[in-house]
């Protein structure tokens, strides 16, 4: 299965999604590519490599290999695409290689323009698996806006997992590690391995 992470806007967690969300994946057993579509190569980084190369290499996780740009369909349960945060000819060749894809979306504030991206994600051939809430911090009321508003517009669309702001998050990208790696028992990594269960039962509903 090919899922791919899509947003233009940047700063959003897809990254920290593709990362954690490839990790939790190869946790189980599956084996993984994670591919790097953004040339600043943040998903490299992430995991501790700094020059990617073209073509799958292993990383430290067993069952976890790691390419910048496009793959081909290879021996892999699970290729995740982390995309560049523009809607560049690579988003849209990721968007047509994917079998379905994720919407990070950081619920403080939500610009028109974003709501006008997600209708247009909304009626892509391609599945949209939905919308996943990222930094969420539900002490502020704009947060909780912003999510009602996303339920009622988008029903059955925003996944029901949601990844809390959490520091840990951020330390295990400039570690070079992933969450399962950096603290297993924090909420960052409880949360990525609950989503990974949440994009598996959708995609099974969905047959994808
Ligand atoms: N749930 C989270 N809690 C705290 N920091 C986060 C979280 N998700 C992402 N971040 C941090 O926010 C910044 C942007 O996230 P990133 O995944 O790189 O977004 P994108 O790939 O969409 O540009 C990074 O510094 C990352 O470490
Ligand atoms: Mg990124």
């Known amino acids: 299965m090919i899922l791919a992470l899509i947003n233009n806007k940047g700063g959003v967690g897809k990254t920290t999604t593709a990362v954690n969300l490839a990790a939790a994946y190869a946790r189980a057993g599956r084996k993984t590519l994670l591919a790097d579509l953004d040339t600043q190569g943040s998903a490299s980084l992430h995991l501790g490599i700094r020059t990617p190369a073209d073509r799958p290499q292993a990383t430290q996780i067993p069952n976890l290999d790691l390419q910048a740009g496009l793959p081909q369909p290879g021996p892999y349960d699970h290729i995740i695409l982390d995309c560049p945060p523009a809607l560049s000819p690579l ?4 968007l047509d290689l994917c079998d379905a894809f994720l919407v990070p979306l950081q619920p403080q504030y939500l610009a028109m323009e974003g709501l006008a991206n997600l209708l247009r994600f909304s009626q892509h051939p391609k599945r949209w698996l939905g ?11 704009v947060t909780n806006e912003i999510i009602e508003l996303l339920q009622q517009r988008f029903p059955d669309k ?10 840990r998050l951020s330390e295990a990208a400039s570690f070079g590690q992933s969450i399962f790696e950096y603290d297993p028992r924090c909420v960052g990594a409880q949360l990525y391995a609950k989503l990974k269960e949440e994009v598996d039962q959708k995609c099974r509903v969905l047959a994808v």
Do not use: E, P, S
Request: net charge positive; hydrophobic share 45%.
């Open 91 to 94: 988003t849209t060749q990721a």
């Open 158 to 167: 925003v996944f029901t997992t949601q990844i809390k702001t959490n520091i």
């Open 131 to 141: 919308i996943l809430l990222t930094m969420v911090d539900t002490r502020a009321r």
